[in-house]
């Protein structure tokens, strides 16, 4: 059960967008629309942003969106805001029942 | 509105076991389709996913974890528990509780997480 792949870090100015990958294979990223997104600020707890791909759970500012292509999946926030900064993690669905986080993205608003 | 509260020892020896409970109110534990979850978070590192419970009683658990992980829950107490045997260095850890409803793929609702170092 491997993590799946997520670059260490991503930055951008206030206003812009920015897009996190989360890369996996056929077996889980690609096999099933059961990926989810979380944002962790530090001290906190992680926060649903995202789940099954692209849909965003009550409350969520739709600057936030997701989608797949193939074995990797995408969390893109647009018109960044001081506030975005944060780590960000993707989950997903593996088979029997179980899941597997990726390594987890720090985002730095320049 | 659910909430969820972890509860246990802050200090855990070497080889022994680790043993948190996760209190869940506003709601019940027995709500058809939940998954109750732990994950648990390494200080400075990222998320790891340790296993869940169905409210019909089923377990899943980590491939990595699984020979050392036990999830129960108790729906008179409206909780769920974990433990955690032969624990070493390597296990300590930030562990949260939190909610998957059945059918999606999103932990919607999480506890706070409790710091659990392994030491003697």
């Known amino acids: 059960q491997s993590a799946l792949t997520q670059p260490a870090s991503v930055s951008g100015s206030p206003g812009q967008s920015i897009t996190i990958s989360c890369t996996g294979t056929?077996?889980?990223?690609?096999?099933?629309?059961?990926v989810s997104w979380y944002q962790q600020h530090p001290g906190k707890a992680p926060k649903l942003m995202i789940y099954?791909?692209?849909n965003r759970p009550s409350g969520i500012s739709n600057r936030f969106s997701g989608s797949k292509s193939g074995n990797t999946a995408s969390l893109t926030i647009s018109g960044l805001q001081a506030e975005d900064e944060a780590d960000y993690y993707c989950?997903?669905?593996?088979?029997?029942?179980?899941?597997?986080f990726g390594g987890g993205t720090k985002l730095t608003v320049l | 509105q659910l909430q969820l509260q972890e509860s246990g020892p802050g200090l855990v020896e070497p080889s022994e076991t680790l043993s948190l409970t996760c209190i869940v109110s506003?709601?019940?534990?027995?709500?058809?389709?939940?998954?109750w979850g732990w994950i648990r978070q390494p200080p400075g590192k990222g998320l790891e996913w340790i296993g869940n419970?169905?409210?019909?009683?089923?377990?899943y658990y980590n491939p990595s974890l699984k020979s050392r992980v036990t999830i129960s829950i108790d729906t008179s107490k409206n909780q769920c528990s974990l433990k955690l045997s032969s624990v070493t260095a390597a296990d300590t850890a930030i562990y949260y509780c939190?909610?998957?409803?059945?059918?999606?793929?999103?932990?919607?609702?999480w506890g706070q997480g409790t710091l659990v170092t392994v030491s003697s």
């Open positions: 419970i169905h409210d019909s009683g089923s377990t």
């Open positions: 989950n997903s669905y593996i088979g029997s029942s179980t899941w597997v």
């Open positions: 939190a909610r998957r409803r059945g059918g999606t793929s999103g932990l919607d609702s």
């Open positions: 056929s077996s889980d990223v690609g096999g099933y629309n059961y």
């Open positions: 506003g709601g019940s534990i027995s709500s058809s389709g939940d998954y």
């Open positions: 099954d791909v692209s």
